[in-house]
């Protein structure tokens, strides 16, 4: 659910010159849109480093995968910041988005989290194990699964995995699909949960403290800056890219989440 800060639109009543040289600053901020948590506190340190190069950030909060993608390509933000490259391709296939990736940004490994237990091998029989019910972050849940053991999926399955790709599942354990935002919170009623490192850390969970198992380093998906295709190659583009690409980033990153995020620059 998008945040109920007013947003700022466009261009009012201005001619299109007016309203290109206007972009980014303090009369029409740049609208950011990002998800509640880490995105976001990485996205008002940007903010900062952006104003000292005259360019003004507006931070738009929002607490789902969904509608910040939707209000970019409706023209109420000007770039999000909070998905991956294959969540970005299945939204752009699935919903005809004409939205492009602009830069590399951080990458959140997945975990997979339980209050009742210290190890994966301790889930009973039959035990429940909740993952992200969007297609590609599912995928990507199912494959961590598998490859620390809990089942094993068909040969060749990647992130786009489905519980069918499941071939053999000795114990029987069985996978709940839930809203990503929403997984923290069933951690109580299922065996383990695989969680995006981003609500993981709001919930006050630690991924290289609290996972049982957690994705490494160098994992594929790296989130990303997204714009519109035809805002691509504008100048305000370029210098918020530049902004968030920045040592200072990486030094906040660094300091703020020990490990937990790893910038992808």
Known sequence: MISRRPLILA????????QAQDIGSAQRPLSIGVTAGPHAQVMEKVRE???RDGLAIRVVEFQDYIQPNAALAAGDLDANSYQHQPFLDQQVRDRRLALVALGKTLIFPMGLYSRKHRRLAEVPQGGRIAIPNDPTNGGRALVLLANNGAFTLRAGADFRATVADIAANPRRLRVVELEAAQLPRALDEVEAAA???NFAI???LNPVRDALALESADSPYANLIVVRQQDAGAPWARRLLAAYQNQEVKDFVATTFQGSVVPAF
């Open 202 to 204: 709001s919930a006050g």
């Open 195 to 197: 969680i995006n490192s």
């Open 11 to 18: 261009g009012l009543a201005l001619p299109a010159a007016a």
């Open 49 to 51: 480093i952006a104003a």
